[in-house]
């Protein structure tokens, strides 16, 4: 039995990989998330699609704050672009402000020795090309061995598991979802730096409805509008 359970995840993984491509997201222009922290709205996550013939610009803001008795205890704020070209990734680029702490990354496609060239506050130099920006909109995340920090730069080995399928509600929609586990490969990694993040894509289109995580409180990341 655990044969066939280990074989029908590896296929399902298979099947999910043939159908994998950024232009599968062809349909949407704009994507909103509502962010949450132990169950309190706190802010959002947006993406813009932007079409020039074969080249994709996905434009991203995020923006929340926490707050307590009216006094903001952590402010965050950051905008990316990341860039495509045929379907095939070129660039990304962000700038992050965190409270009073500046981060930021650069990303670039160099197409002589088939590398990602990072320059980021975290890391500079160079990385496998299959690596992709942890930026959660695109499925192709759950077969890249590692992600890029979408932040500063940091490479991150992960580790992803399938944990099933499952409905999820949010407001008023249900949506039929593939459930993914994200973790850091290396376990000895202190708890700050640790990936541990549960993912849930829409089972027909692969939208990304909801992630999830523990970190200073349960947060969740909530599919709000899309076009």
Request: no cysteine; charged share 30%.
């Amino acid at each position: 039995m655990k044969k066939i359970i280990i074989l029908t995840v590896i296929l399902f993984l298979y099947n999910f990989k043939a159908i994998s491509h950024v232009q599968h997201y062809d349909q949407y222009n704009y994507l909103e998330y509502e962010l949450f922290r132990n169950d309190q709205s706190i802010g959002y996550h947006k993406y813009d699609f932007i079409r020039d013939g074969d080249n994709l610009s996905i434009v991203s803001e995020v923006s929340f704050k926490i707050t307590k008795l009216g006094v903001d205890l952590y402010k965050y704020f950051a905008k990316s672009e990341e860039n495509y070209e045929k379907g095939i990734f070129t660039s990304y680029s962000s700038k992050t402000k965190q409270n009073k702490k500046d981060r930021y990354v650069n990303i670039k496609f160099d197409s002589n020795d088939e590398t990602l060239i990072i320059d980021g506050s975290s890391y500079k130099g160079k990385a496998d090309k299959e690596y992709i920006v942890g930026t959660w909109w695109n499925h192709e995340i759950i077969k890249a061995k590692a992600q890029i920090s979408g932040i500063s730069g940091r490479i991150i080995e992960q580790t992803v598991t399938f944990i099933g399928k499952e409905e999820v509600k949010i407001g008023d929609k249900t949506y039929k979802t593939l459930h993914f586990n994200f973790k850091s490969s290396d376990e000895s990694l202190p708890d700050s730096k640790k990936l541990n993040t549960d993912i849930w894509y829409d089972e027909e289109t692969y939208l990304w409805v909801k992630a999830a995580f523990e970190k200073t409180g349960y947060w969740e990341y909530r599919l709000k509008t899309y076009k």
